[in-house]
């Protein structure tokens, strides 16, 4: 999308204004919700203006004018899966309108949108995973250098390998582990309180493994957090590591794991529950882990348990 130039403006929307606020503040959306959402406002904004010659009115907008607005970004030779995301975030803002008193009703409820094919999460095997988790390690600083060059190099491996096994133990998104704080941590019954997507909170189990390798990272640090410290501080100890820094780094460590350099840190929980389900544990308590909101959203996971499905028949069923 071309960004706007002074001669085309786009228009100051006072509802647009407020409704990114409210999912800044009081849905505590991730960035990337946030960036999503704002692209998509922009973009409709923007094609009203160029079509229409005025900002819209919501109120008064209808179906056929979102559907032209999809005609539109059918043009603009979107994925299926951007026009969706799209119409997502337009399904919200009508949403935050309705609530407000500013319209009756969502013209987008009826609106068909380009089916997406199916396609299932990339995930790690057990093995797989074990590598990369050994990978930070791998590059530990050996030699002759400045000590203090040495130093700073070691904490990085070892608080990276604290971040993986973190993100894999508890099945955390990105964002959820930057927000970790030091409180967030019961090591006396090895449980994580995590915040989720629109300030919902959980707890979910964490390993014996993950924890030693928090404790190991800590202990190479001038001073344990404490409270709402981060447990992954950046360089300011009062902020945590960036989602972009640890991306960066995961790219390098699933490299040196003879693994795709392209796969994100969702992927780790995408292996999370995978791992899960197919050892056999039961959708719904990886539904209450993963910190989904909707069954159907866990539900992606379950092809990996077929495999398991046909060993189990092979195994018990007289005619197998």
Not at 102 to 108: D, F, H, M
Request: charged fraction near 25%; proline fraction near 6%; charge should be positive.
């Amino acid at each position: 999308m071309q960004a706007s130039s002074p001669a085309n403006p786009v228009p100051q929307d006072r509802w647009v204004r407020a409704f990114l606020e409210h999912l800044a503040t009081d849905r505590a959306a991730s960035i990337h919700t946030q960036r999503n959402y704002r692209q998509a406002l922009t973009d409709l904004l923007r094609w009203h203006l160029d079509e229409r010659k005025s900002a819209p009115d919501w109120a008064k907008l209808n179906r056929d004018d979102f559907r032209a607005f999809l005609r539109h970004l059918g043009r603009q030779q979107l994925s299926r899966a951007a026009i969706q995301l799209r119409f997502s975030a337009l399904r919200s803002f009508y949403r935050f309108l309705i609530r407000r008193g500013q319209v009756e009703t969502s013209p987008i409820r009826n609106v068909v949108l380009p089916k997406l094919g199916k396609r299932l999460p990339k995930f790690l095997t057990a093995q797989q995973m074990a590598d990369l988790l050994a990978a930070p390690l791998k590059l530990l600083p050996t030699g002759e250098g400045a000590e203090e060059r040495r130093a700073e190099a070691a904490l990085a491996c070892y608080r990276d390998q604290a971040v993986l096994e973190t993100i894999y133990s508890c099945g955390l998104r990105i964002s959820e582990l930057c927000g970790l704080q030091a409180q967030d941590i019961d090591w006396t019954e090895q449980l994580v309180r995590v915040r989720g997507k629109g300030k919902k909170e959980r707890l979910v189990p964490i390993g014996a493994p993950a924890l030693r390798a928090i404790q190991t990272y800590w202990q190479m640090l001038p001073e344990n957090p404490v409270l709402d410290q981060p447990v992954f501080p950046g360089r300011d100890s009062r902020k945590p590591v960036s989602a972009r820094e640890l991306q960066l780094r995961l790219k390098k460590y699933l490299a040196l794991a003879g693994l795709d350099p392209a796969l994100t840190p969702h992927k780790l929980r995408h292996s999370y529950a995978t791992h899960l389900l197919d050892a056999g544990a039961d959708l719904r308590s990886v539904q209450e882990l993963l910190g989904h909101a909707h069954l159907a959203t866990t539900q992606v996971y379950t092809h990996v348990t077929t495999e398991r499905l046909k060993r189990a028949y092979d195994q018990a069923h007289p005619r197998a």
